[in-house]
């Protein structure tokens, strides 16, 4: 069964690819949805990276979780090599959660 969803979901997502392709001489946007579109994306990765960094399950994970992406936002933002970005945020997380802070 897991195979079969792998194999569903690349073949969706090659379908979906291609039609981006296939579609692009077709399909005229609008100079105004052309702007909307890329925020939309922002937005969408935003809410993402956010349920992501306070949830765990139906729960609220906790303060260690967002004190470790808020770091590593804020070393991403600073222009910190990425490498370092996450294992600082790792260690800010790690570090609080050996401190007792859930």
């Not at 969803?5 to 291609?18: F, N, Q």
């Not at 993402?48 to 936002?73: H, I, K």
Request: charged share 10%; net charge positive; aromatic share 4%.
């Amino acid at each position: 069964m897991l195979i079969a969803a792998v194999i569903a979901l690349g073949v969706g997502t090659y379908a979906m690819r291609l039609s981006g392709v296939l579609l692009r001489d077709r399909l005229e946007l609008s100079p105004a949805l052309q702007r909307l579109l890329p925020m939309a994306a922002a937005a969408l990765l935003a809410a993402l990276a956010g349920t992501a960094a306070l949830m765990s399950g139906a729960e609220f994970a906790g303060l260690a979780r967002p004190a470790g992406v808020a770091a590593g936002a804020l070393l991403a933002w600073r222009k910190v090599p990425f490498v370092l970005v996450v294992v600082a945020a790792a260690a800010v997380t790690a570090l609080l959660r050996l401190a007792g802070v859930p």
